[in-house]
């Protein structure tokens, strides 16, 4: 199943490099003059609802071919949007009201309710926000171990 998937999302990165999408998207993004901090949260919000539905690797390998061009053209790190990607990808995996871990955690443990899942990971949700918009805010904080590696 993961090779279906790996392979179905490398026809798809084709598919999308032959329609010219994400250079549309790019001067579609600069012809709307918008700040890159808000291309990039929208990015993020885009994730977290996909990741209510979707399971994380098809997600990320099915929009990194469109997000990935935007995000180099308006100057960020690509290492630093990599992060980005699997802080937003965490969040949506555990978001209500679809958040696909919450119902694998819930047929692991069946005497506990839905609700009470949903209400358990909450408060670990909304750390993960604050976390996402720090590293949004100071890029340099997720940038400092891996440049210490040069």
Do not use: Q
């Not at 990607?85 to 047929?107: A, H, W, Y």
């Not at 069946?110 to 949700?125: C, N, Q, R």
């Amino acid at each position: 199943m993961l090779f279906m998937i790996l392979i179905g999302a490398l026809i798809f990165a084709e598919f999308v490099n032959i329609t010219t999408m994400p250079g549309d998207l790019k001067s579609w993004v600069t012809r709307f003059n918008v700040s890159p901090t808000m291309v990039v949260a929208a990015i993020c919000a885009i994730y977290v609802v996909l990741g209510t539905a979707m399971e994380e690797l098809s997600m990320i390998l099915l929009t990194i071919p469109v997000f990935f061009p935007v995000i180099v053209h308006l100057g960020f790190d690509p290492i630093w949007f990599g992060i980005i990607i699997v802080c937003v990808v965490e969040i949506g995996l555990i978001s209500p009201p679809v958040g696909m871990n919450m119902f694998v955690l819930r047929t692991l443990i069946p005497e506990v309710s839905t609700a009470t899942v949903f209400s358990g990971v909450l408060p670990f949700m909304w750390a993960d926000v604050v976390r996402l918009a720090i590293l949004v805010a100071f890029p340099w904080l997720s940038l400092w171990l891996p440049s210490m590696m040069r």
